[in-house]
């Protein structure tokens, strides 16, 4: 049974680039939410995508945007990167309209570093 | 909004110690409570969770919390540490929003390093 997959592992970006992460979900799910985790703290909610519309979303800028596609894997984007983007991205994966629902499977990340 | 503290940010502990971290969340109403472990260089594991019933669940690696209501508190413990739970252990709360959708609220993490 796969887990949430998520490309690349690592990156490195300079500041005003514009960066694509991917998420695979786990088999059998179909919502996919996004979280920051900066060093030091805690995930924070960025958003989250059911039946390929953003249902819910964080307290972060417009920059993050994300897309969910047909077989439910996902990508957030975020333009115009700031050096306060830094961090581990991660994705987890739940199937909605279940009690599984409310527990949430992550991948193991992508750190991004901006320079 | 609801809101996750972590009381112990770093934790020092000797193999054999018994752990306890606190971790008490801001909303009243019904909650679903988990505690998350990262060990250095993997992703997020689920340790335990609370969804109701029984206010003491038993977790993986012979982890448990306890649930208090009235104390907003879900602290998780563990009578005797090994090396190997050296990591960083999250708290989260879920919060619920219209429509049945909903997102986990973590606390800031308490780093734990267990020397032998």
């Known amino acids: 049974d796969a887990g949430v997959t998520q490309s690349p592992t690592h990156l490195i970006k300079t500041r005003g680039q514009q960066v694509t992460l991917r998420c695979s979900p786990k088999s059998g799910h179909d919502t996919v939410s996004w979280y920051q985790q900066a060093l030091g703290q805690g995930p924070q909610f960025i958003f989250q995508?059911?039946?390929?519309?953003?249902?819910q979303r964080g307290n972060f800028p417009d920059r993050f945007s994300g897309h969910q596609f047909p077989n439910y894997s996902s990508e957030l984007n975020v333009n115009a990167l700031l050096l306060g983007d830094s961090a581990l991205y991660l994705c987890?994966?739940?199937?909605?309209?279940?009690?599984?629902?409310?527990?949430?499977?992550f991948g193991p990340g992508t750190r991004l570093t901006v320079l | 909004a609801q809101s996750v503290s972590q009381h112990n940010h770093h934790v020092i502990l000797s193999e054999a110690a018994s752990l306890e971290l606190g971790c008490n969340y801001s909303y009243g109403g019904t909650v679903n409570l988990f505690w998350y472990v990262q060990y250095p260089g993997q992703h997020l594991q689920l340790l335990l969770k609370?969804?109701?019933?029984?206010?003491l669940v038993k977790g993986i690696k012979g982890f448990e919390a306890e649930f208090i209501k009235s104390k907003f508190s879900f602290n998780l413990r563990k009578p005797s540490v090994q090396w190997s739970d050296t990591a960083e252990y999250f708290c989260a709360v879920n919060e619920r929003f219209s429509g049945g959708y909903n997102k986990l609220i973590f606390g800031a993490g308490t780093r734990l390093a267990v020397h032998p």
């Open positions: 995508y059911y039946e390929e519309e953003e249902r």
């Open positions: 987890a994966s739940s199937l909605f309209g279940t009690e599984e629902y409310n527990e949430q499977f």
């Open positions: 609370y969804f109701s019933g029984d206010p």
